[in-house]
Nanobody, 129 residues
Framework: QVQLVESGGGLVQPGGSLRLSCAAS????????TGWFRQPPGKEREFVAV????????YYSDSVKGRFTISRDNAKNTAYLQMNNLRPEDTGTYYC??????????????????????WGQGTQVTVSS
């Protein structure tokens, strides 16, 4: 079992930065591909970024590519999402998630929420002046 707790959200002005953290419990976190999804107000949840269990590969949505960076530290059982040059459309609840299966690789299909069996409670990010 894996339990995930996000932190680091808040209110930031356009162009600002935030770093989200995802603290995991459970001994298998380091063997699971980990991703971030977000849910904008009034909209469906959408994929943001994903990182393989061994940090060798990442994949981003087109809307955040070049602005967000996903990373992980398996020794600390923690994943991160560094968000730079934030825009109002980045506003939403951000969720950390871990894959159902272990040792999976990252691919374009990694955007499907059905691949992930463990979810955090979410952290709110608001980008507004």
């Amino acid at each position: 079992q894996v339990q995930l707790v996000e932190s680091g959200g808040g209110l930031v002005q356009p162009g600002g930065s935030l770093r989200l953290s995802c603290a995991a419990s459970g001994s298998t976190f380091g063997t699971r591909t980990t991703g971030w999804f977000r849910q904008p107000p009034g909209k469906e949840r959408e994929f943001v970024a994903v990182i393989s269990y061994n940090s060798l590969s990442t994949y981003y949505s087109d809307s955040v590519k070049g602005r967000f960076t996903i990373s992980r530290d398996n020794a600390k059982n923690t994943a991160y999402l560094q968000m730079n040059n934030l825009r109002p459309e980045d506003t939403g609840t951000y969720y950390c998630t871990a894959a159902v299966n272990r040792y999976t690789q990252v691919a374009s299909s990694s955007t499907a929420s059905s691949l992930y069996g463990y979810w955090g409670q979410g952290t709110q990010v608001t980008v507004s002046s």
